[in-house]
């Protein structure tokens, strides 16, 4: 590629990237909102797949990734931001808020992508990278120690829901940039698999408040869910991780608890404390650091 095409290229990658840090950042609080109004973890999940598997699912022999191995395809689905993750999330947030989600699911998820890219494709960040990422975790930390503080019993549950969303999604950022899976392919993969599997599971057999939830915070929380995180998320992450690599696609999910107490306050009423103002200062000053480098990708530890 010409100087001037990877210029384009990275531009496009971090436009992308900047569209999943304000999905997830919604995402967060949004999520919250819908768990506040009375919504179980499985409506919110199944309002996601009912619109973005109807949106995909005409395309979905077209855009299949025939190419693509078994283990890959299943790897795609399972660990994708698919009802995995997103049942992991909303059990989470639903005893927590929504700054002390972003601060354990989306701070954590830089480290558990480094050690996976050091474990399975032997490559080291940048150091300019680490620095960063590091910058950007204690930001985070610095904003969800009020919700720590304020989680009582639930503390451990939470933290567990959390990290272990964040390690499923860890391994389809891995995937993504090492299979090359485009953003069509990658909206397939996690849309139609788990909307054919997950819906009727949830019809047939899971807890429902659905039918007793105002008309209106349905429809908002189906267009929100499906359309944001389950359709234009998906595409957005798939360009920045194949263009950007995983490393700072994932650091940047350290930066969202910062955004998502910006967007608590006129949504939630949820007010940052001094130390969560603090936090949000750091945060920013790491994402600087983060996008202000050049290629994204450092060296292979082997040859």
Not at 114 to 142: D, E, K, T
Not at 195 to 213: C, G, K, N
Not at 246 to 270: D, H, K, N, Q, R
């Amino acid at each position: 590629m010409t100087p001037a095409a990877q210029t384009n290229e990275r531009i496009l990658g971090l436009l992308s990237a900047a569209g999943v840090f304000c999905i997830w950042s919604g995402f967060l609080v949004f999520s919250r909102a819908g768990m506040q109004s009375g919504l179980t973890p499985f409506d919110l999940t199944a309002l996601r797949f009912m619109v973005s598997g109807a949106l995909v699912l005409p395309f979905a022999k077209a855009w299949w990734p025939r190419h693509l191995p078994l283990h890959a395809i299943l790897s795609m689905s399972i660990f994708g931001p698919g009802a995995l993750y997103n049942i992991l999330m909303y059990f989470g947030l639903k005893g927590s808020s929504a700054a002390y989600g972003g601060a354990f699911a989306n701070g954590s998820l830089p480290i558990f992508t480094i050690l996976l890219g050091l474990l399975f494709v032997r490559r080291m960040p940048s150091l300019r990278q680490l620095i960063a990422v590091l910058v950007l975790l204690v930001g985070a930390v610095l904003i969800g120690v009020p919700g720590m503080r304020a989680g009582g019993n639930s503390v451990a549950s939470a933290i567990a829901f959390f990290l272990a969303a964040s390690a499923v999604l860890s391994i389809y950022f891995m995937g993504v940039r090492h299979w090359q899976v485009e953003a069509r392919q990658a909206l397939v993969l996690v849309s139609v698999p788990n909307a054919l599997l997950f819906l009727p599971v949830w019809f047939l057999f899971l807890p429902s408040t659905i039918h007793d939830a105002p008309w209106s915070t349905v429809l908002l929380q189906a267009a929100f869910q499906g359309l944001g995180p389950g359709f234009l998320a998906v595409i957005l992450f798939s360009i920045s991780a194949r263009i950007l690599g995983p490393t700072p696609s994932a650091g940047l999910a350290a930066a969202v608890p910062a955004s998502a107490t910006l967007l608590a306050i006129p949504i939630l009423s949820e007010i940052p404390t001094t130390i969560e103002w603090i936090g949000i200062a750091i945060v920013t000053a790491g994402l600087v650091l983060l996008l202000g480098g050049g290629q994204p990708e450092t060296r292979s530890l082997s040859k």
